[in-house]
């Protein structure tokens, strides 16, 4: 493709010598009808030029229309090459972005997954602490009742923990309720959950905002918006929100 370009003049040079041969024929042909501007020259003063010389004006004229189509079919076919390329670069792109939705998909699976096995170790070990002083103690009545609240105390902070969920790439601005903007991201899914939110860490900037710490009313909610995040991925004003 690029050698097939080297080999054709280039469009400002064939634009340049159309141009110029139109005003070189001009030139004379104001020189014959005496007119020292376009605008001068008039019907009368054209009728007024002889055979003679109207021959080789009008055969210059022939000769530069015939120039004229051949550059227009070059500059065509230019264009089509070039719109033949811009095609192939937006395939590229959208292969690129595909590329990029996959891969937020499997994070977003991980991260659910992660989730789901921290919760599942927590229970089962406070389960077996449960368990085991349960066995240990001679009787019920000598069951320390401060592990008990302890195991429970754990069970709920675990809990508390998992109500939270940190939305990333959402733009951050000087003065911004962001409590309505997280309930438009959510509106995206359908969803009208009731949440309090923060930003977390420095301040960011519009290339780079600060994650949203989100906290639901249940981990039950957290984890089903979890779940409905991907299609984010069709919205074409939160595409980049995960």
């Not at 009368?44 to 015939?66: D, H, N, W």
């Not at 592990?147 to 675990?158: N, P, W």
């Not at 984010?232 to 939160?238: A, D, I, Q």
Request: hydrophobic share 40%; with cysteine; charged share 25%.
């Amino acid at each position: 493709m690029a050698a097939s370009h080297t080999a054709q003049p280039t469009d400002e040079k064939m634009i340049d010598e159309l141009m110029n041969k139109a005003s070189v024929w001009m030139g004379k042909a104001m020189r014959e009808m005496n007119c020292d501007a376009p605008t001068n020259v008039t019907s009368a003063k054209c009728r007024g030029l002889s055979q003679e010389t109207i021959a080789p004006m009008f055969l210059s004229a022939f000769a530069f229309v015939q120039l004229q189509n051949k550059s227009l079919r070059l500059l065509r076919t230019e264009l089509s090459t070039v719109k033949s390329d811009l095609v192939k670069s937006q395939k590229a792109i959208i292969a690129q972005q595909n590329d990029l939705i996959m891969h937020k998909d499997k994070l977003l699976a991980s991260v659910q997954s992660a989730v789901t096995e921290s919760v599942s170790e927590t229970v089962k070990a406070e389960i077996r602490t449960y368990s085991d002083a349960v066995r240990s103690s001679e009787s019920v009545a000598q069951f320390s009742t401060e592990t008990l609240k302890s195991a429970v105390k754990s069970a709920v902070q675990e809990e508390d923990r998992n109500k939270n969920l940190m939305v990333f790439g959402m733009l951050e601005e000087g003065s911004e309720d962001l409590s309505d903007k997280v309930q438009e991201v959510f509106g995206e899914l359908g969803m009208k959950p009731a949440t309090d939110v923060c930003r977390v860490g420095k301040t960011g900037s519009k290339e780079k905002p600060r994650p949203v710490k989100v906290t639901f009313s249940c981990a039950s909610t957290a984890r089903h918006v979890l779940l409905q995040a991907r299609k984010l991925r069709h919205s074409e004003k939160f595409s980049k929100v995960f």
